[in-house]
């Protein structure tokens, strides 16, 4: 493991260096799926052995294993994974753990495919999940029962940017003995590291700002090696490894995170700023604003606060939707976290699969726009947003 004093740019730059044996200082890709073992002895070594990567491609790949060894030091973990997505990640780790007539406690908010996994899935396999208010830490140690395995968290968390005290959940966590997983996608390893406030495992969909280029699908999860060789067992049986396409597209995004990073929190805090300031927005959802109803706790885990925002039009739906068609320079796309500047209204994708009463359950409001902050020049993306508030 690379050692704690390294800081982060670097870390993303060296910490696969023992891996590079074949003088290549960019690392190639490894696509074959078997390998050839030195003698039978070897052969049934590599066959049991957990994350071997030099075996049959569902076991592992050479790439994605140093993938995960740079995402493992960036988060302060001992060990990590990479998998075919964020969900793979995610729904993975979650199997691992649960097992039928457990409990979880998990946010009002989360991604919404996870939250799909926990109420649609897992109930039908009689794995139960209580929702709680995840600015409340207290709500956590509420619904904790006797049967609770798990407390999921993800902060921050759409789209009114909510988030989770790492360090009182963890410690809640650990007095009940149910342990934590925190999906880190939106801060990234840059601004948030869970695990120093005693979260367990850390899941990342890698699609969003670690390949940072929106031209791959991944996931991650690191954590402890115990952890990590159970989540392995899993994936065996179920099978969403990560491919070493993506794994060497990811690692070679991730090698400028940390410049990455920094461009998007400050670019995301003038938005922000001007935003705020603009007669045609109401509230504007940013945990580096000082108006934000969590800044301290954001300031205390955070090291810088995201290329994520959400803000109110106040003239309400049509509105919305004329500001997202007059946008030049920022596109109308789903995912986030790469080098592009991304817009939403959430009403317009959540009106298709939710009624009025479950979108404003979620804090949605009709004008209500998210923004992905990419890395573009902010003056640009300021003219860009004014002339469009003015067309609308
Ligand atoms: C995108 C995302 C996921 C899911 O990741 P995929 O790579 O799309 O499967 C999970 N959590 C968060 C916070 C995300 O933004």
Wanted: aromatic fraction near 6%; charge should be negative.
């Amino acid at each position: 493991m690379t050692p704690k004093k390294i800081s982060p740019a670097t870390v993303a730059l060296h910490a696969d260096g023992a891996f590079r044996t074949d003088h290549a200082v960019s690392p190639p890709i490894c696509q074959s799926v078997t390998y050839l073992a030195d003698d039978a002895h070897d052969f049934a070594h590599k066959a049991v052995e957990p994350h071997n990567s030099e075996f049959y491609g569902r076991h592992g790949n050479p790439t994605a294993t140093r993938l995960a060894r740079v995402i493992a030091d960036l988060e302060g973990a001992e060990s990590g994974m990479i998998l075919s997505s964020g969900m793979g990640a995610m729904t993975t780790t979650i199997l691992s753990i649960v097992s039928q007539g457990d409990h979880i406690v998990a946010q009002d908010s989360h991604y919404s495919a996870t939250t799909n996994f926990l109420q649609k899935f897992m109930t039908r396999y009689g794995v139960d999940t209580t929702y709680v208010d995840q600015t409340r830490p207290q709500a956590f140690a509420e619904a904790i029962r006797p049967n609770t395995k798990l407390i999921l968290i993800e902060t921050p968390v759409n789209p009114l940017t909510a988030l989770t005290d790492l360090h009182a959940v963890s410690r809640i966590a650990r007095a009940a003995d149910v342990l934590t997983i925190c999906d880190n996608t939106f801060a990234s390893p840059i601004n948030q590291r869970p695990i120093d406030f005693g979260i367990d495992l850390v899941v990342h969909s890698a699609t969003k700002y670690i390949g940072g280029h929106h031209d791959l699908l991944a996931g991650a999860v690191v954590g402890s090696r115990e952890h990590l060789e159970r989540i392995w067992g899993t994936t065996m049986d179920l099978g969403p490894v990560g491919a070493p396409f993506d794994a060497w597209l990811a690692l070679r995004g991730l090698r400028t995170l940390k410049a990455r990073i920094d461009l998007h929190n400050a670019n995301a805090g003038k938005i922000a700023k001007f935003l705020k300031e603009h007669s045609s927005v109401g509230e504007v959802y940013y945990p580096g604003l000082t108006s934000h109803p969590q800044h301290d706790l954001a300031r205390r885990q955070m090291t810088g606060f995201g290329g994520m925002l959400t803000f109110d039009l106040t003239g309400g739906y049509d509105v919305g939707l004329r500001f997202v068609a007059n946008l030049r320079l920022c596109l109308n796309a789903a995912s986030l976290g790469g080098v592009e500047t991304l817009v939403v209204q959430p009403a317009v994708m959540f009106r298709a699969r939710l009624t009025d009463m479950q979108i404003k359950a979620q804090g949605v409001t009709p004008g209500m726009i998210r923004m992905s902050v990419g890395i573009e020049d902010s003056d640009d993306l300021i003219a860009d947003l004014d002339q469009a508030l003015r067309q609308s």
